[in-house]
């Protein structure tokens, strides 16, 4: 006897143009991509191509969906956390274990000297290299004439020139010898794999500070805040990637610019560019945040916030960024970590038993780019 029952008929299998899962994977968070280039030969290749991950990272600026993280270290291994979580270290942090290009030898002497669009500048000994702490893609950069970072006054940055699509890393020199002030300028194509010196520039900067200065990449240029040995006090200069030239940013005009009194630094409130400072004068346990509405107008610097800090133990604290919401994250330099509102009330105050310096910590953002190879800038 023949079986009547009738075979159950499928619905044919849903196939979305490549074109709609392009679309759909370049709204997706970076880490969820690194996993999905598993799923097939396609998926890897598609977004492992360079075209896409700066399709990505440009559509992650403009709808402001990037994620944004700390790295720090512990106990020589590199972490991350992302600050718009709580800043639970212990239970919101991830480890990284892809830093290892770096021996682990040489992480008491690592040092961070900036950050841009996914990669972490780093100082090493006699080595330097960048690194993109999402996917592990790290590129070993050749010494230049000078010492790298060597000196304490040396001023470092990374930043990338939108005009010519050319990540550049800087380096200043400036420091008296034998009554005579030795000045240098030169940076570091990774287009064309090479340093070049500005030749015949007089600056009369230097470090002010006992500790290294990080440089700030914003808008087309890297910023530090330094002393003017000439004149004895305070200023920003900046370094625009794209003219190629240094520039002085002045302070607030009732700003007590003589550096001997206070600690200051920059750092980015909002989509501005900001200054943190301590007055020791004062001696009143605060943090005064300003603001430049308006880019390098002087007359737009203003007095947005007073953190207090006498509830850390240091009575120290730098901003490190700015969340979504407008709440400030920072570190007191020793193995805290600070939350405040964005009305300027404490939140949050984690300490870490595992020793960590402040200035071995940077806020990237995640991002599948990489970097060119050499001669990819050269015309055929």
């Not at 396609?42 to 075209?51: A, E, K, M, Q």
């Not at 040489?106 to 040092?111: C, G, K, R, Y």
């Amino acid at each position: 006897m023949k079986n009547t029952k009738k075979k159950k008929k499928m619905n044919p299998p849903l196939y979305l143009p490549h074109e709609v899962i392009i679309e759909i994977l370049l709204r997706l968070p970076v880490k969820s991509l690194i996993s999905f280039k598993c799923v097939c030969k396609l998926w890897f290749s598609l977004i492992s191509d360079p075209h896409f991950a700066n399709s990505h990272f440009q559509l992650a600026s403009a709808t402001q969906t990037q994620t944004r993280r700390i790295v720090y270290l512990v106990n020589h291994e590199p972490r991350s956390i992302d600050f718009e979580d709580s800043l639970d270290i212990v239970n919101n942090a991830s480890v990284l274990r892809n830093l290892t290009f770096v021996r682990q030898e040489h992480f008491s002497d690592l040092v961070i000297k900036g950050s841009c669009r996914g990669f972490i500048l780093l100082h090493c000994g006699s080595h330097i290299a960048l690194w993109n702490p999402s996917t592990g893609f790290h590129k070993q950069i050749p010494l230049c004439s000078y010492s790298f970072g060597a000196h304490p006054d040396d001023l470092c940055g990374l930043g990338y020139d939108k005009l010519r699509d050319e990540y550049l890393v800087v380096l200043m020199c400036c420091y008296p010898r034998l009554g005579d002030v030795s000045s240098h300028l030169e940076f570091f194509s990774l287009t064309d794999n090479k340093w070049k010196e500005i030749e015949g520039t007089h600056f009369p900067y230097r470090n002010g500070s006992d500790k290294p200065i990080v440089g700030l990449f914003y808008n087309t240029a890297i910023h530090w805040s330094v002393v003017r040995h000439d004149l004895w006090m305070q200023v920003i200069v900046a370094f625009d990637l794209i003219e190629r030239r240094l520039s002085n940013i002045p302070f607030p005009d009732d700003f007590d610019r003589m550096y001997v009194s206070h600690d200051c630094g920059l750092w980015v409130f909002g989509e501005f560019l900001s200054l943190w400072v301590i007055d020791y004068l004062k001696n009143n346990g605060t943090v005064e945040i300003w603001v430049m509405n308006e880019y390098t107008v002087q007359s737009s610097w203003t007095k947005t916030l007073v953190l207090p800090i006498h509830f850390i133990p240091s009575e120290f604290f730098f901003p490190l960024c700015s969340t979504k919401s407008g709440e400030i994250i920072g570190t007191d330099d020793a193995c805290g970590l600070v939350r405040y509102d964005d009305k300027g009330q404490w939140l949050e105050y984690l300490f870490d038993s595992d020793e960590r310096g402040g200035y071995e910590m940077a806020v990237y953002t995640e991002s599948l780019l990489s970097l060119p190879e050499p001669g990819d800038g050269e015309q055929a």
